[in-house]
């Protein structure tokens, strides 16, 4: 279990750094000016230069992806009710996630715009993990099919 959860961790601290990087490609691209922009004007007016808000704006994606791809062993914690792995789960991400977005200025500092991101975190999730479920069930209703005709 100790080497999945490094593996893991390993694979959502790459994960995470890769979303920072399309994320500023989205961003750049949505400005539509011509420049790129690797993190948020405000973020570099807080650690007083590109270059510090690029490693800060690295080191919390990475260490934020590492936690989330640490918590998918989870879902293999077959004592745990799929309620508790959800709920769990739902936390290890929205937390570390909201505060990153905070930080980075990716959502507006108000108790409006926090409530905004987590309400758009809890349908995104809501979206993936009904997916996820119903895939699986189908899965698992084929599976019995098949044994059932042997």
């Known amino acids: 279990m100790k080497k999945k959860v490094l593996f893991r961790s390993l694979f959502g601290l790459l994960s995470g750094v890769a979303l920072g990087q399309l994320i500023a490609i989205v961003i750049s691209a949505v400005k539509g000016d011509g420049s790129f922009y690797a993190v948020?004007?405000?973020?570099?007016?807080?650690?007083?230069g590109?270059?510090?808000?690029?490693?800060?704006?690295?080191?919390?994606l990475?260490?934020?992806?590492?936690?989330?791809?640490?918590?998918?062993?989870?879902?293999?914690?077959d004592k745990w009710s799929l309620t508790k792995q959800t709920g769990t789960h739902f936390c290890l991400f929205a937390?570390?996630?909201?505060?990153v977005a905070y930080v980075l200025y990716?959502?507006?500092r108000s108790v409006g715009g926090i409530?905004?991101?987590l309400i758009v975190m809890v349908v995104?999730?809501?979206v993936?993990?009904?997916?996820?479920?119903?895939?699986?069930?189908?899965?698992?209703?084929?599976?019995?099919?098949?044994?059932?005709?042997?």
């Not at 590109?50 to 919390?60: N, P």
């Not at 990475?62 to 914690?77: D, N, P, Q, T």
């Not at 937390?95 to 505060?99: A, G, V």
């Open 115 to 117: 409530a905004a991101s």
């Open 124 to 126: 995104i999730y809501a």
């Open 62 to 77: 990475g260490v934020s992806g590492a936690i989330v791809g640490a918590a998918s062993v989870i879902w293999e914690l």
């Open 95 to 99: 937390i570390p996630f909201t505060i």
């Open 50 to 60: 590109e270059q510090s808000a690029v490693i800060v704006q690295t080191i919390l």
């Open 40 to 48: 948020i004007p405000e973020l570099v007016n807080d650690f007083g």
């Open 128 to 150: 993936i993990w009904c997916g996820a479920y119903f895939s699986t069930k189908r899965k698992i209703q084929k599976i019995n099919d098949q044994l059932h005709r042997e």
């Open 106 to 108: 990716w959502v507006p």
